[in-house]
């Protein structure tokens, strides 16, 4: 066996054990990814501010307005949020008193159905007791969390790691890459830093470009729902802007919810007609201006492939996989573009067939 050969083998056999290694630590390693990922988005604002401050310095700055601003977000959203989220369940009784009253007669007179065939005895029964489960499931779930300190002391870690490396990382950045780039083989050196400044090109246009398109979304979708009068503009909008990263998902699933809220609060057409208005207006935006002035076409990813990624992370690493799906997919495909171009300069692809 020659040397190039076991050289190779060698580097498959370690590359396959990483990966192994990988999966069986996922979820020990998710928050550290999580972590390394703040401090890459954040990095830009530090690097700047790092000509006129020290790096430290820089970084506790950084560090403090962001948590700041995280921390008065979940003050004033979180009690906003719940306040609606209750409000859509005081409407529920009023919604189903509807349907009784109006919507199931004008079905059976428009459909000649027998008048026990839409009945909402059964529906009111089977909601009132999957209700009381529920709450049964959450009291158990909570109490077990509760009992459990394994439990607790793995949501405490991950309160605490994700903060502290971030900090620590976004510090060290420059050193850190320094470091790698060191220890890299010199032959391999122009190969990897060539491919590393597309990634970081590919990667950071994208994150910084989808983060901008998430918070204008969230805010166009809660303003205008706002001024259709619906009372849960604030939540769906939020969940709404919150899951646009994934092609037409965050549309499916803030119409879904403003519909089914909009049939809750008024019950009738002309304010679910505008519900789906500010979603179509919302699209149109996101499709025509946002995402090709922020983000452009720099993930190259087809709209099934985005949505096999995030749920392929969640899988492996769960909440952090999906937020890490579409980082790692867009490094993934600058990687997949460099070993297609090898390929296609290669003899194995040149080669003419046997006559």
């Not at 998710?30 to 830009?44: M, R, S």
């Amino acid at each position: 066996m020659t040397d190039t050969l076991s050289r190779r083998l060698l580097l498959a056999a370690g590359a396959v054990g990483t990966l192994v290694l990988l999966y069986l630590l996922g979820p020990v390693l998710a928050p550290f990814f999580g972590a390394a990922l703040l401090a890459y988005i954040a990095d830009p604002l530090v690097t700047r501010l790092g000509r006129v401050l020290p790096r430290t310095w820089a970084t506790t700055l950084v560090f403090a307005v962001l948590t700041l601003l995280a921390l008065l977000a979940l003050l004033f959203a979180i009690p906003a949020l719940q306040r609606q989220l209750v409000s859509l369940l005081q409407q529920l009784p009023r919604f189903l008193d509807w349907l009784e009253q109006t919507a199931t007669p004008w079905l059976q007179a428009r459909l000649a159905l027998p008048p026990d065939t839409l009945s909402l005895a059964a529906v009111r029964e089977w909601m009132q007791g999957h209700w009381t489960q529920a709450g049964g499931y959450a009291a158990q779930g909570l109490g077990r969390l509760l009992n459990s300190g394994l439990g607790l002391i793995g949501l405490a870690v991950n309160l605490v790691v994700v903060p502290v490396v971030a900090f620590y990382l976004l510090r060290d950045w420059p050193h850190l890459l320094t470091r790698i780039d060191g220890l890299l083989p010199r032959r391999w050196q122009p190969s990897v830093r060539q491919f590393a400044g597309e990634a970081d090109g590919v990667l950071g246009g994208f994150l910084h470009g989808q983060l901008l398109v998430m918070l204008a979304q969230g805010m166009f979708y809660a303003i205008g729902l706002s001024l259709v009068g619906l009372k849960q503009a604030l939540l769906i909008g939020f969940v709404a802007g919150l899951v646009t990263f994934v092609p037409y998902l965050g549309a499916v699933i803030g119409v879904g919810l403003a519909l089914i809220a909009g049939l809750v609060q008024f019950q009738d057409l002309p304010h679910l007609l505008a519900i789906g208005a500010v979603f179509a207006a919302g699209q149109l935006l996101e499709s025509l201006l946002l995402t090709p002035l922020l983000v452009g076409d720099r993930l190259g990813l087809h709209p099934v492939a985005v949505i096999f990624a995030v749920m392929a992370g969640g899988q492996l690493f769960g909440f952090f996989g999906v937020l890490l799906a579409l980082p790692a997919s867009a490094v993934l495909v600058v990687l997949l573009r460099h070993a297609l171009a090898r390929y296609r300069d290669s003899d194995w692809y040149a080669q003419e067939p046997p006559c």
